[in-house]
């Protein structure tokens, strides 16, 4: 599952990366945003519980969360708030588990999900 989620974020960093850039006045009402922003947060979320569980991954997650920032090319109050929304996911679980537990697992098997879907779902509808 992981690698599908690789995938489908890698195939939405490049359709975002050749979207036109949208003036800094349209950059508010971006219709996608939402789903980048909740993307943004399962990877925070993924970036500390598979570290709990040992996945010996690094700074995998962040790294996929900088991406997406790059691809995107957010500013001001976007920007923020996909960083903020990385970061709420990822400090939701580290005050809940400090060790991994089968709830942990499960939410990661959740997480993985659905970004992959979230991340096909954008593409087809906004890269085409």
Not at 18 to 42: K, N, T, W, Y
Not at 52 to 60: H, L, N, Y
Not at 63 to 92: C, H, K
Request: charged letters at 20%.
């Amino acid at each position: 599952m992981s690698r599908t989620f690789f995938r489908s974020v890698q195939v939405l960093l490049v359709a975002l990366s050749l979207l036109p850039a949208a003036p800094a006045v349209a950059q508010q009402a971006i219709p996608f945003d939402g789903d980048l922003r909740r993307l943004s947060e399962i990877l925070g979320a993924l970036h500390y519980l598979r570290e709990v569980c040992g996945s010996a991954e690094g700074q995998k997650w962040r790294t996929e969360m900088q991406q997406l920032v790059d691809a995107e090319a957010p500013t001001g109050a976007r920007r923020a708030q996909m960083i903020a929304s990385f970061n709420r996911g990822y400090r939701l679980y580290q005050q809940s588990y400090r060790t991994c537990t089968p709830a942990a697992d499960t939410a990661i098997r959740k997480y993985l999900q659905e970004g992959a879907k979230i991340a096909r779902e954008v593409t087809a509808r906004y890269a085409n």
